[in-house]
């Protein structure tokens, strides 16, 4: 299994959804705020360090980031919503590219939405729950960071991310991880594994 993930590489940015490589295939999308954990989530699932750094370079936290694993199936770094720094205008235009990708996108067999374990899911977070439910789009939720809180202060967040999720009446998968100790990494690669093969 881990194979496949080794030979993750960068492929393409896309500013615009023209851009985007040729929807075939399968992919994974993360998504999430600024700092949640996407590009280390991306680089702990491939073992490859500095694989998501690309996401990093200025410039390109705005785009869509294509690593592939093989010529059919790739992860995809979103962009993070709520990202100070960027112009409402920009991001308003932006959070419309991205939905329609998410939307629209036939290649695309799930979305991880990343959030950090720490603090209870935002009102964007959550917006983009009920989105993703009321739009059909298979998801499961990550809790990055893990290492941060004591299991039973994690069992508390996740039971709380549970509870917020079942209010909009969503049942998905909650997933924990930690990008420094792995925990819960093979759990996430397989789970990756059963949506993106044929
Ligand atoms: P992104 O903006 O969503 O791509 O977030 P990053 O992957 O860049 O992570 C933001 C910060 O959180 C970085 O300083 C990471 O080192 C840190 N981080 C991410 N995941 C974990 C984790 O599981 N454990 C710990 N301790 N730190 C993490």
Redesign the pocket.
């Known amino acids: 299994m881990s194979e496949l993930y080794r030979s993750a590489h960068y492929t393409v940015s896309a500013t615009q959804l023209s851009q985007l490589p040729p929807d075939s295939g399968f992919e994974v999308a993360f998504a999430?705020?600024?700092?949640?954990?996407?590009?280390?989530?991306i680089n702990t699932i491939t073992g490859i360090k500095a694989l998501?750094r690309i996401?990093?370079t200025p410039g390109r936290t705005q785009m869509i980031n294509f690593f592939h694993l093989d010529d059919e199936r790739a992860m995809v770094?979103l962009p993070?919503y709520g990202f100070a720094k960027v112009p409402k205008k920009e991001r308003e235009r932006w959070g419309r590219s991205i939905r329609k990708y998410l939307s629209e996108r036939e290649s695309l067999r799930l979305i991880l939405s990343?959030i950090d374990a720490r603090h209870e899911p935002s009102a964007l977070d959550q917006d983009f729950f009920y989105w993703l439910a009321s739009n059909e789009m298979p998801f499961c939720v990550l809790m990055?960071?893990?290492?941060?809180l004591s299991n039973n202060k994690f069992a508390q967040s996740k039971k709380a991310v549970k509870n917020i999720l079942a209010e909009m009446n969503i049942e998905v998968p909650i997933l924990g991880?930690?990008?420094?100790s792995r925990k819960g990494i093979p759990e996430i690669q397989e789970l990756i594994q059963d949506f993106i093969r044929e």
């Open positions: 999430g705020r600024s700092n949640a954990g996407k590009s280390s989530a998501a996401s990093k770094d993070g990343v990055s960071k893990a290492d941060k991880y930690s990008a420094s």
